[in-house]
């Protein structure tokens, strides 16, 4: 019995040595080093893209926000004042990152309750069905999963304004 467990050890040591000769073999490839390279640019530049440049439209109405905002505090102020600009792209600054701040809850679900209600009572005066909370939190999900990084660009545009508003404090000093 001692030389029918001797003889199983050699073979298994056996095919150990011969799957460590195939995996050094295996592993050598340089075409693959270069492609894996290429593989991680592009993840990352894919990256960049979702959170970035997903969706340009964002971008535009978040910077016209801005500018409605710094219309109506210049108008309150007098547009004659330097003071006023500065106040109106401060305050743009504030509200879309404030917008921005909203938009993290809400694309972390802390809002679903509050539009499921809505949906449902508005469904319920118009007579018509109205789904379940567990099929309206999965649509929601997967809705989500699309647009991941919706926020960005009321941040972007809101440092845009906090920069121009430092900038015009300066010169206003």
């Known amino acids: 019995m001692n030389d029918d467990l001797k003889e199983q050890f050699k073979m298994i040591d056996n095919s150990k040595e011969e799957s460590n000769e195939e995996e050094v073999f295996s592993t050598r490839v340089p075409i693959d080093e270069a492609t894996a390279n290429e593989e991680a640019v592009s993840t ?27 219309v109506i505090t210049m108008f ?4 004659k004042y330097l003071i006023s600009y500065v ?3 401060f305050i743009a600054g504030f509200v879309l990152i404030a917008v921005g701040f909203l938009s993290i809850l809400t694309s972390k679900g802390s809002m679903d309750i509050f539009s499921y209600s809505t949906k449902y009572v508005y469904n319920k005066f118009r007579n ?10 999965s649509n929601k999900m997967e809705k ?4 991941k990084f919706s926020y960005v660009p009321y941040f972007v545009n809101g440092a845009f304004y906090f920069v121009i508003s430092l900038i015009l404090l300066i010169i206003l000093e």
């Open 76 to 79: 309150v102020k007098g547009p």
């Open 128 to 137: 018509k069905e109205v789904e379940r909370y567990h099929e309206y939190s």
């Open 44 to 70: 990352s530049d894919s990256l960049l893209r979702q959170i970035f440049f997903h969706k340009p439209i964002k971008y535009i109405v978040s910077f016209i926000i801005g500018l409605v905002v710094i």
């Open 87 to 89: 106040d109106g792209t």
């Open 144 to 147: 989500r999963e699309k647009y």
